[in-house]
């Protein structure tokens, strides 16, 4: 079993930075792959970035590709989310997801409870 924790959102101006922490307890963290999703008003959930833990490939939406970067770290036992150049269109709840196999789809087997990112026009 393991537990998502997120933290670091917030209110942001248009152009600013936020980097969302979400920290894990587990007993084999460093086998799952880990996804950061969002959701905002009115819409479905969707698929923000992922780092794959066999080779440590990471993955971006088309939408944060340039804008956001994705890392972890096993020792800490935390993957972490840099949003640089946010955009009021990023505005939603963000959720750090882990599963051993899924990548990019969001039925992924472990959930935070989300943080709100909020950015001003």
């Known amino acids: 079993q393991v537990q998502l924790v997120e933290s670091g959102g917030g209110l942001v101006q248009a152009g600013g930075s936020l980097r969302l922490s979400c920290a894990a307890t587990?007993?084999?963290?460093?086998?799952?792959?880990m996804g950061w999703f969002r959701q905002a008003p009115g819409k479905e959930r969707e698929f923000v970035a992922a780092?794959?833990?066999?080779?440590?490939?990471?993955y971006y939406a088309d939408s944060v590709k340039g804008r956001f970067t994705v890392s972890r770290d096993n020792v800490k036992n935390t993957v972490y989310l840099q949003m640089n150049s946010l955009k009021p269109e990023d505005t939603a709840v963000y959720y750090c997801?882990?599963?051993?196999?899924?990548?990019?789809?969001?039925?992924?087997?472990?959930w935070g409870q989300g943080t709100q990112v909020t950015v001003s026009s």
């Open positions: 780092i794959r833990w066999s080779d440590g490939r990471i």
């Open positions: 997801a882990a599963d051993r196999l899924n990548l990019l789809r969001v039925d992924y087997a472990y």
């Open positions: 587990g007993r084999t963290f460093s086998s799952y792959n």
